[in-house]
Every structure is written in structure tokens, then in C-alpha cells.
């Protein structure tokens, strides 16, 4: 099978591709170029990451080249990303590089190309099942990815490889040491590689400039600080709030309301945070999709989050899900991704959000 091998720099894809090399498929090792900018240090996809792909590849023996999507990733991902927060939504722009760039941009140009796969060093598994190919959670739950490729279709889960999912880390890790790879104990980057220095809210100022308004207490009315722009925060947020005014019950208060028309910051106690209901829009099915009826399953709706068990049904292609354990803190333009046992069936982004019963 002749296999694209999606290479990072980091220890994960380098012993996916050693892999399918000793499994003797034809693999070229490819490196996404996604910044405009030429870049070092923190982050991923920066010249050092490109730099230890190749060194890789040349110690696996295998083809490697640099493919530049620096444009596409631009407007399909960074654009994406202001876009949403601008709307007063908190979006995951990992899932949104999954699904337009790694597993769409880099498959499409892989297929016309003559390869059969993409294999790329996450964590879950693609298993055969009876409908066609299945994605399942990985063995190792504290790095279960299956979460952030739930945005894969059917066609793409047919064309995509996932070698580590049987593993644990820290199996990989040994493995790599074992074969002398200079990335075993490279450290796992954990940034949005756009923003390197993890300061979200400079990041959307500096692009979309100051747009002052009130941060205003949601039960009393009573405005409480002031900011610099709405769209720097997010809902169940509570640091970075600079509350001046002593609240009535002493307690701590959270984003629960963002208006952006408005610039308005709400804030309140984190019993106005539950979530009991959320509609999704944009479903997308790895598998027979759900239907009218409602079917129990579980929602997972942040990277990290353990899952909820729900009740999901398909109204006029908006996914509703009731959870059946009221959900803290979920704001439109999240992921959930829903599962039946470790499968995963589909994801949807949040749009709306319900609180049902009474705070």
C-alpha cells in the first residue's frame, strides 16, 4: 500500500511512519507547512518540527518532502477561528485543522497523488465493522484523540491509518528510544500552534482591535468592571474578569452571557452555567447517521471532558442532544462528539444552548 505519512517533528508520527515502513508499505513522510511565517521554538509545525520530521525520515530511509498549505490553513482555520470568536463563539480550531487540512486538504492531494492512505500519530483506532471502517477510542484513555477526529466522515476513516491507537504513551516513548530516534523524548506540544505564547486574548486583540463595554452582574444588573472586547471571553470563564464590586453571596463569578452587538460580559454563579440541552449544526457521520428517534448514547464535548450519557436525535440536519447530567459551561461553537460505548458515531458544533431547569 503506498501511504502519506503525516510527520510533525514529534515522537507520535515518527513511530506511526517507522511502523509502516517495517510493515513494508511504500511510505513517504510529508510535513505540513501551516504559518506564513517561518518560525522556531514553541508551537507545532515550526522549523525545528520540520526539521526533525526530515531527520526522521532519513533514518527511516523513506521519501519526504515539505507540502506548503499555509493559505488554506490561513482561511480555513485562523480566519475560522476569529470568525467564531467575533460572533461571541468559543471554537476548537484543532478540529477544524483535522477537518479541513489533515484529513481533507492533505488526503485530497494524497489520493490524486496515487496514495492509498494518509497515517497520521494519533491516538484512536480505525477498526473494520460491519457498515465499513469504524473509529474507536484508543487503548490509552489519559490520550484518547478520538474526540478531536470526530469530525471524520465515513470515506475518510476508509483512507485513514492510525498505528499508535493500541498503545500507551509511554510504550512509544520506549519504542522510539529503542529504534534511536532522536525525537523519543521530545516533549508534546499542547499550544494553538498559531499562538505559541498561549495568550488567546492579545492574539484576538491585536486582530480584531479594542471594542470597550461592561461587564454587567446577570442577576442584579449592576455593571461590575469593564473590558476591552467581548469577543476575549468565553462562557464559564473566571479569571481575567477584574471584578472590582463585592458580590451579595460572596461567591465567585463566571461568563454566562456574551452579547457582542451589545458588548456585554454577563456574569453569575456557576449553577447559571448547566447545560441541559444543546442543538448542533453541521453533523458530521462515522457511521449511519442518527435519526427522528431519539437514540441514548454519550456526549463528549471538550478534548479532556468525560462523557455524558444524552439522548440525540436529527431535526430538520440540527443534531439535538438532551444530557441526561446537566453539562457546565458548554458554549456554542464547541464540539460534541457522540459515542456508543468506545465508537465514535458523529460530531456536530454546538449552536444553541438550553438550561431547563431552574438555577
Known amino acids: 500500500?503506498?501511504?502519506?505519512?503525516?510527520?510533525?517533528?514529534?515522537?507520535?508520527?515518527?513511530?506511526?511512519?517507522?511502523?509502516?515502513?517495517?510493515?513494508?508499505?511504500?511510505?513517504?513522510?510529508?510535513?505540513?507547512?501551516?504559518?506564513?511565517?517561518s518560525s522556531s521554538g514553541r508551537g507545532c509545525c515550526t522549523l525545528d518540527d520540520a526539521?526533525?520530521?526530515?531527520?526522521?525520515?532519513?533514518?527511516?530511509?523513506?521519501?519526504?518532502?515539505?507540502?506548503?498549505?499555509?493559505?488554506?490553513?490561513?482561511?480555513?482555520?485562523?480566519?475560522?477561528?476569529?470568525?467564531?470568536?467575533?460572533?461571541?463563539?468559543?471554537p476548537n480550531p484543532c478540529m477544524r485543522c483535522n477537518e479541513r487540512i489533515k484529513f481533507a486538504a492533505v488526503l485530497d492531494r494524497a489520493v490524486a497523488l496515487g496514495f492509498d492512505a494518509v497515517a497520521t500519530g494519533h491516538?484512536?483506532?480505525?477498526?473494520?465493522?460491519?457498515g465499513g471502517p469504524e473509529l474507536h477510542r484508543a487503548v490509552d484513555a489519559a490520550k484518547d484523540q478520538s474526540y478531536?477526529?470526530?469530525?471524520?466522515?465515513?470515506?475518510?476513516?476508509?483512507?485513514?491509518?492510525?498505528?499508535?491507537?493500541?498503545?500507551?504513551?509511554?510504550?512509544?516513548r520506549a519504542e522510539a528510544a529503542r529504534r534511536g530516534l532522536l525525537v523519543a523524548a521530545k516533549p508534546d506540544s499542547h499550544d494553538i500552534c498559531f499562538i505559541p505564547d498561549g495568550d488567546t486574548a492579545a492574539f484576538l486583540r491585536s486582530r480584531l482591535g479594542d471594542q470597550p463595554g461592561d461587564i454587567v452582574d446577570e442577576r442584579t444588573g449592576a455593571v461590575v468592571a469593564t473590558h476591552s472586547g467581548a469577543y476575549a471571553f468565553t462562557i464559564g470563564q473566571r479569571r481575567g474578569l477584574g471584578i472590582t464590586v463585592a458580590t451579595e453571596d460572596a461567591q465567585p463569578r463566571y461568563v454566562v452571557g456574551i452579547d457582542i452587538?451589545?458588548?456585554?460580559?454577563?456574569?453569575?454563579?456557576?449553577?447559571?452555567?448547566?447545560?441541559?440541552?444543546?442543538?448542533?449544526?453541521?453533523?458530521?457521520?462515522?457511521?449511519?447517521?442518527?435519526?427522528?428517534?431519539?437514540?441514548?448514547?454519550?456526549?463528549?464535548?471538550?478534548?479532556?471532558?468525560?462523557?455524558?450519557?444524552a439522548s440525540a436525535r436529527l431535526v430538520d440536519e440540527r443534531l439535538m442532544v438532551e444530557f441526561h447530567t446537566p453539562i457546565r459551561g458548554l458554549a456554542p461553537g464547541q464540539s460534541m462528539v457522540l459515542y456508543d460505548g468506545t465508537r465514535v458515531v458523529g460530531s456536530a458544533t454546538v449552536d444553541v444552548t438550553h438550561r431547563m431547569r431552574v438555577a
Open 148 to 172: 478531536v477526529l470526530g469530525v471524520l466522515g465515513v470515506e475518510q476513516l476508509g483512507r485513514t491509518i492510525l498505528p499508535l491507537g493500541g498503545d500507551l504513551k509511554g510504550e512509544v
Open 1 to 37: 500500500m503506498r501511504v502519506v505519512a503525516a510527520m510533525s517533528g514529534g515522537v507520535d508520527s515518527s513511530v506511526a511512519a517507522a511502523r509502516l515502513v517495517d510493515a513494508g508499505h511504500d511510505v513517504v513522510g510529508i510535513h505540513l507547512a501551516l504559518s506564513r511565517k
Open 123 to 130: 491516538y484512536a483506532r480505525v477498526v473494520p465493522g460491519t
Open 261 to 309: 452587538d451589545a458588548r456585554t460580559v454577563s456574569v453569575g454563579p456557576p449553577a447559571l452555567l448547566d447545560v441541559d440541552v444543546a442543538e448542533g449544526i453541521r453533523p458530521t457521520w462515522a457511521g449511519p447517521a442518527v435519526g427522528e428517534r431519539p437514540v441514548e448514547l454519550a456526549a463528549q464535548v471538550r478534548a479532556h471532558a468525560e462523557p455524558v450519557a
Open 51 to 90: 526539521r526533525d520530521a526530515r531527520r526522521v525520515a532519513d533514518m527511516l530511509g523513506i521519501a519526504f518532502y515539505v507540502w506548503d498549505l499555509s493559505e488554506q490553513f490561513a482561511a480555513d482555520v485562523v480566519d475560522d477561528f476569529l470568525a467564531e470568536y467575533r460572533s461571541g463563539r468559543t
